[in-house]
């Protein structure tokens, strides 16, 4: 509805109201009143223009010629669809109310006239202006008029022409809530007015910053207050910080006459009576009140058998008294009786050769034969074996065929008066040979399409078990076990290398080294001996296919004892790892009543296949614009002249929303044909 439709309403209603109380003063007559009646007795004139009130078009001014130009009842004179406030002629749907342009030149067909529009050249019905400078924002190239365009001012709103950006953040000095401290976010957590770069309490509001004990924590985080404590320490942590509080550790002795404050103590015991609590005293037996300890090895320097080097598990080897790190004669100790002890001799047993399923046992031999043996996995597949004792007993991974199937262990041996020493092996699983066995597994994800950062499980469809009979007298099914790992992976093309576990691995035929290993390698967990793995989409720049493989095998137990080995070969299963770019280019100007293929106007990349578009429009339901999702998308722009629409369009796939872009344009008036 108009404007003009609006004020013509309205005036109906002001004449209608003014002949209800023509008819209400005819009722009374001229008689009753006495004055401004005409001289034909035709009643009351109130206007004296010789036309009675009961027949004026404008009864309370005078108008004898009746003139009605519009023919709406209503005189010209009093009229309010002819009143012209600024004299130009114009009076219904003036585009210029106050500024006079009979011509109503709008060239921008925003619906506001040249004269008294404040950027003529750009369409802005809400001529928005942010520094209220008399020019519209949509054509100012610099908003706070400090002589540096919008697009490169680092504060967009404040005048700064000098641009000084102190802290180096983007942000400029003049608008930086933080001129000292780089933060480009401008981050202010708790809103109080403060970026949290300087906020001696980021978390909770405190304008005023107040700090009654200058200990950098604001008044209303402190949990002293009243007693500097920068480090906010709360040994008993019940909210009082323990500088203020009176029995710190909470063994009911007061800090003052508590012989180890930090750490409870109720009995106080201290067995060489210097002042310090058996339980904090660097040396119990032998009293030492100032708890000295040069090498800060936690052995107070009077009970420290070598004060000046760290030793805290105080090694003696020849037990004089000192300790081996700093001992020059442990010739007990060294068999070529210098000050370099031996190191210890290990054998690690030598490779081996192993059956999925097949228990494997490490057992090394030593020179001392008392040193400990510790055992740590050191290449291929992860199976988490790191300082595991000696002998080490495991069972192979059911290693999905054709992939990798090598392991390093290392043993390491130490012994008092000795150095370590190591020796190391190999451990190869076999892959299976021979008809595979049905198990009746298969391999499946939780999604076959992911989205980069997404949990991703792997799983087997049947649940592994243990038990049945095989058929042999004491033959019985063992552990059932299956190894998750990601498929093979290759160089791209035009590098050579094959196969590859890192970028390294693909070199381009001169040998620069810049070939890619790919799809991306991803960490499985756990990978090893479980029903199901996870992993954590990665991040891609256009969507990729992930392969994994599962391998199932089972033992066979005769007598409780392993005695063969059944597996099946690798099942496979894959992940898409879905990704996608979007641009959206509408033109700056649509006319009402065009109907637009928006797919015209996308430009889409890195996609997966069968992904889709999908378009809306923010005002879209408020009858600017109608949008038909159908294949190929259209949009119906509608007669709102002058509006702005903002259109999206989402790219989805099979693992959901992958992108998004927006643009706006402006419903232009329809040319005319």
């Known amino acids: 509805m108009t404007n003009g439709q609006l004020v013509d309403r309205g005036g109906m209603m002001r004449l209608g109201s003014v002949f209800a109380i023509l008819a209400l003063i005819v009722g009374v007559g001229c008689g009753n009143l006495g004055q401004g009646c005409t001289g034909s007795g035709n009643g009351l004139d109130t206007d004296g223009d010789g036309v009675p009130d009961a027949t004026d078009n404008c009864p309370m001014t005078a108008n004898a010629d009746q003139a009605d130009a519009d023919q709406d009842g209503l005189g010209d004179v009093c009229d309010p669809d002819l009143i012209d406030p600024d004299g130009d002629g114009v009076a219904d749907g003036d585009n210029c109310p106050d500024d006079a342009n009979a011509d109503q030149a709008d060239a921008d067909e925003d619906g506001v006239g040249d004269v008294c529009d404040n950027c003529p050249a750009n369409a802005n019905t809400d001529q928005a202006d942010a520094d209220a400078d008399g020019v519209g924002d949509v054509c100012e190239g610099d908003r706070d008029g400090d002589g540096v365009p919008d697009d490169v001012d680092n504060c967009l709103i404040v005048a700064n022409p000098d641009q000084l950006d102190t802290d180096g953040d983007g942000f400029g000095d003049a608008c930086d809530n933080a001129p000292g401290r780089p933060n480009p976010g401008q981050e202010d957590g708790d809103g109080d007015g403060v ?233 190869t699983v ?10 009746g597994f298969d391999a499946t994800t939780s999604s076959g399409a992911a989205i980069p950062g997404d949990l991703v499980e792997l799983t087997l469809a049947s649940e592994l078990k243990s038990g049945g009979t095989v058929g042999g007298v004491g033959q019985t099914f063992g552990q059932w076990r299956a190894t998750w790992r990601q498929a093979v992976r290759t160089c791209s093309a035009g590098h050579t290398g094959g196969s590859c576990s890192t970028d390294a691995d693909c070199d381009t035929t001169a040998g620069a080294g810049d070939g890619v290993c790919s799809p991306p390698a991803v960490s499985l967990t756990p990978g090893n001996d479980a029903q199901s793995a996870t992993f954590t989409a990665p991040s891609v720049s256009t969507s990729t296919t992930l392969d994994f493989m599962v391998g199932v095998c089972r033992v066979v137990m005769t007598s409780g004892q392993p005695d063969s080995f059944e597996g099946t070969l690798a099942l496979t299963e894959s992940v898409s790892v879905q990704t996608a770019t979007v641009t959206l280019s509408l033109p700056d100007t649509i006319d009402a009543g065009s109907v637009v293929t928006l797919g015209d106007f996308v430009t889409l990349a890195g996609e997966p296949a069968g992904a889709e578009l999908f378009f809306f429009a923010t005002l879209d339901g408020d009858a600017p614009v109608t949008i038909d999702n159908t294949d190929p998308a259209t949009m119906t722009v509608g007669n709102a002249v002058g509006t702005v629409v903002e259109v999206s369009v989402q790219v989805i796939g099979t693992a959901g929303p ?13 040319a005319a044909p």
């Open 195 to 427: 970026a949290d770069v300087e906020d001696n309490c980021p978390n909770v509001a405190n304008a005023d910053q107040a700090d009654g004990d200058n200990d950098t924590v604001g008044d209303v985080c402190d949990n002293c207050p009243a007693d500097a404590n920068t480090d906010q320490l709360d040994t008993d942590n019940d909210g009082t910080g323990d500088v203020c509080e009176g029995d710190k550790d909470g063994d009911g002795v007061d800090d003052n006459n508590d012989n180890c404050p930090g750490i409870a103590n109720a009995d106080q015991a201290d067995a060489d009576a210097d002042g310090v609590g058996d339980l904090c005293d660097n040396c119990v037996n032998d009293a030492n009140a100032d708890q000295a300890d040069g090498d800060n090895d936690t052995i107070g320097d009077v009970c420290d058998n070598c004060p000046a080097s760290a030793n805290q598990d105080q090694v003696d080897c020849d037990t004089d008294g000192i300790g081996d790190v700093c001992d020059t004669d442990d010739a007990s100790c060294d068999m070529n009786g210098g000050t370099n002890p031996d190191p210890v001799t290990v054998n690690a047993g030598g490779n081996k050769l192993v059956s999925p399923c097949e228990s494997v046992t490490l057992d090394a031999t030593t020179t001392p034969g008392n040193a400990t043996v510790t055992w740590t996995q050191t290449g291929g597949p992860p199976l988490g074996i790191a300082n595991a004792g000696d002998p080490l007993t495991f069972f192979a991974p059911a290693e999905p065929a054709g992939l990798p199937a090598v392991y390093t262990f290392a043993a390491t041996g130490t012994a008092d008066g000795f150095s370590p020493g190591t020796d190391s092996l190999t451990v």
């Open 658 to 670: 992958l992108a998004t872009a927006t643009d706006t344009f402006t419903i232009s008036q329809t």
């Open 430 to 439: 076999l892959n299976f040979t021979g008809d595979p066995v049905t198990f």
